[in-house]
Structures are given as structure tokens and as C-alpha cells.
């Protein structure tokens, strides 16, 4: 079993930066491949971010270069810098832990971008 809680979240205006945290408990993190996905209101959760066990990552197009995600075995965490940040980042980001057959949510952040 594993837990997740999100913080970091918050109003920021667009250009600036929010960084997202993602602290894990009661598992062995450095096996499962963590990731970031958000749902914005009225649109279904997408995929922004992943980064494997062994620190490989990949991003959705619309936040490449914008966006890094990062993560510490030894603290247990996982942390989404998000950078010229855009209205049309508006959403719920959830923190997510894969390890086949299991995967684990968090409750969600909201970040909220305005013009």
C-alpha cells in the first residue's frame, strides 16, 4: 500500500511558477514509476508528467520545456516544477505511483493560473 499527498498547489499568474510535491509513505518508492496527471474542469485526466525508477522522464508535449519532474528515493518523493506556467494549466494535478499490478492516487492539488 501506498500513500500520497499533494501540496504546492495555489493561484499564480501566468509566466510564473508553481512547484507541486509529492510525499509518499508505506511502500518501497524507489519501485514504483511515479507521475503527475491533472483534470481540468469538464475535461477528462491527462497525462503531464512521468519519471521512472531509474530517473528516466517523459512529458506530455503541452508543458515540454516548461515543466520538470523530479524525485528523491531517500525522502520519498516526487516534485513537479512547473514554470511559465499558462491559464490552460488550470487544473487538478494528482500525483500517481505505478508498480504493476498496483496503482496509487493522491487527493489532488489545485493549481489555478490566471491571465
Known amino acids: 500500500q501506498v500513500q500520497l499527498v499533494e501540496t504546492g498547489g495555489g493561484l499564480v499568474q501566468a509566466g510564473g511558477s508553481l512547484r507541486l510535491s509529492c510525499a509518499t509513505s508505506g511502500s518501497v518508492f524507489s519501485q514504483y514509476l511515479m507521475a503527475w496527471y491533472r483534470q481540468a474542469p469538464g475535461k477528462q485526466r491527462e497525462f503531464v508528467a512521468l519519471?521512472?525508477?531509474?530517473?528516466?522522464?517523459n512529458y506530455a508535449d503541452s508543458v515540454k520545456g516548461r515543466f520538470t519532474i523530479s524525485r528523491d528515493n531517500a525522502k520519498k518523493w516526487v516534485n513537479l516544477q512547473m514554470n511559465r506556467l499558462k491559464t490552460e494549466d488550470t487544473a487538478v494535478y494528482s500525483c500517481n505511483a505505478q508498480n504493476r499490478p498496483n496503482n496509487y492516487w493522491g487527493q489532488g492539488t489545485q493549481v489555478t493560473v490566471s491571465p
Open positions: 519519471i521512472t525508477t531509474g530517473g528516466s522522464t
